[in-house]
T-cell receptor, first 112, second 111 residues
Framework: NAGVTQTPKFRILKIGQSMTLQCTQD?????MYWYRQDPGMGLKLIYY???????DKGEVPNGYNVSRSTTEDFPLRLELAAPSQTSVYFC???????????FGQGTRLTVV | KQEVTQIPAALSVPEGENLVLNCSFT??????LQWFRQDPGKGLTSLLL???SQREQTSGRLNASLDKSSGRSTLYIAASQPGDSATYLC??????????WGAGTKLIIKP
């Protein structure tokens, strides 16, 4: 029972580089989310999706892009990495609003 | 704008003690409140979910209460164990179906 799987677990990027954080879930959940967690802060919502083909901005979307071509996958793209994007990124999913959320193990990203 | 606060930011207690973690929110128009556990280097694990119409939920040694009118929730941990050491986060689901998060309470249980 995989749940929510994120890759990679760790990554170091140079300023200006790009990368994609992968997220896949096997629970047939409609709702998927990307959060970032900075030290001492609560999780901040970057983007979310309520179903395949539908995405929307969260609280801190600048510098990121997402797509949702299938129910299972919700990749997060960083186009021009900046030091301010150094953070831990979490992907989450749930079946519907009001239900339990399931999280991936996180990606620790450092931009130098 | 909904804001969620968790106090204290850190807590250290001896093994065996009962303890209470606090979560407060500014807007009582919530659909539910969830408590999560986060272990270092790992993702978040859902502990308890309280619907807005409920007053409390229990799971094993954990009991979470919700008082919407006062904007408060508590997570009660009975007979604490070293394995309970983790960061505990609460999140409220607002009227836009989004989860708004507190910064967490880092709990250390001393053997």
């Amino acid at each position: 029972n995989a749940g929510v799987t994120q890759t990679p677990k760790f990554r170091i990027l140079k300023i200006g580089q790009s990368m994609t954080l992968q997220c896949t879930q096997d629970m047939n959940h409609n709702y998927m989310y990307w959060y970032r967690q900075d030290p001492g802060m609560g999780l901040k919502l970057i983007y979310y999706s309520v179903g395949a083909g539908i995405t929307d901005k969260g609280e801190v979307p600048n510098g990121y892009n997402v797509s949702r071509s299938t129910t299972e996958d919700f990749p997060l793209r960083l186009e021009l990495a900046a030091p301010s994007q150094t953070s831990v990124y979490f992907c989450a999913s749930r079946g519907d609003w009001g239900t339990e959320a399931f999280f991936g193990q996180g990606t620790r990203l450092t931009v130098v | 704008k909904q804001e969620v606060t968790q106090i204290p930011a850190a807590l250290s207690v001896p093994e065996g003690e009962n303890l209470v973690l606090n979560c407060s929110f500014t807007d009582s128009a919530i659909y539910n409140l969830q408590w999560f556990r986060q272990d270092p280097g790992k993702g978040l694990t859902s502990l308890l979910l309280i619907q807005s119409s409920q007053r409390e939920q229990t799971s094993g040694r954990l009991n979470a209460s919700l008082d919407k009118s006062s904007g408060r929730s508590t997570l009660y941990i009975a007979a604490s164990q070293p394995g309970d050491s983790a960061t505990y986060l609460c999140a409220v689901e607002d009227s836009n179906y989004q989860l708004i998060w507190g910064a967490g309470t880092k709990l250390i249980i001393k053997p």
